[in-house]
């Protein structure tokens, strides 16, 4: 049966129907988490954070466990399944629908890597997970979910970098107007999402190719629908 087409709205019945029979799938957290034999489905709620589930930024998913589950032995991890998590997550295709509040249908909006970072709850939310997303969310599909706001995007330095384009640039300006579009659609890039001189290997390679893997070269989701970038030992 062919997958969910992203960004399509769907009922529970049909977002299952795609994975497997309704009897087949293990359910936890009161059915936000369907386990199926190749597949985990999160099926969430989303609202504003840090109380309900939200999408971080464009490439990255928060699920709030608005109860004190139980459903991992792992330490720090209980209140998330085992499948979705680490090197067990790993194994399995974990799709994600989404709906906002009062809203009947879900929305497709992609595949989540296994989550790698926990987060303990305090007095507004019980504890959390965020996972990696691709594709990167479109900016109007967050909008249209009301989870983002036109004032949350500064348009005008995006506008100020493409505008650099018209005049005479240099290697060295384009890939700073690279890092201002990359901030402003995919969020700012950490020191850790660069690869080092020992992960690049010594692999003689043209200037804005080194530039872009030792800056953000771990951040596979900005090439990820239908482009793929190699790492550099490929």
């Not at 990255?60 to 004190?68: E, H, K, M």
């Not at 967050?142 to 330095?157: C, I, K, M």
């Not at 005479?168 to 020191?191: A, Q, Y």
């Not at 290997?201 to 200037?207: D, K, Q």
Request: with cysteine.
């Amino acid at each position: 049966m062919q997958g969910p087409e992203l960004y399509k709205w769907y009922t529970a019945d049909e977002a299952i129907s795609f994975f497997g029979s309704q009897d087949e799938a293990q359910r936890l957290c009161n059915d936000q988490w369907l386990i199926f034999p190749a597949t985990v489905v999160c099926m969430t709620e989303i609202g504003e954070a840090p109380k309900r589930s939200h999408f971080e930024k464009g490439s990255r998913f928060c699920w709030v466990a608005d109860q004190p589950y139980q459903v991992n032995d792992k330490l720090g991890w209980h209140f998330v399944p085992a499948r979705a998590v680490g090197s067990e997550g790993r194994k399995y295709s974990i799709r994600l629908f989404v709906r906002p509040p009062e809203a009947r249908d879900y929305l497709y909006a992609g595949e989540l890597g296994p989550s790698n970072r926990a987060q303990s709850g305090g007095r507004e939310h019980y504890a959390a997970a965020s996972f990696d997303l691709k594709p990167t969310l479109a900016s109007s599909i967050w909008l249209e979910l009301g989870g983002l706001r036109p004032g949350d995007f500064d348009f005008a330095a995006a506008d100020q970098a493409l505008d650099r384009l018209k005049l005479p640039t240099t290697v060295h300006d384009r890939l700073e107007i690279l890092r201002s579009l990359m901030n402003f659609w995919h969020g700012p890039i950490r020191p850790e999402d660069g690869m080092s001189d020992a992960e690049i290997g010594g692999v003689r390679l043209p200037l804005p190719l080194r530039w872009w893997y030792r800056w953000a070269g771990k951040r596979e989701e900005v090439m990820s629908k239908q482009n793929f970038l190699f790492v550099p030992r490929d």
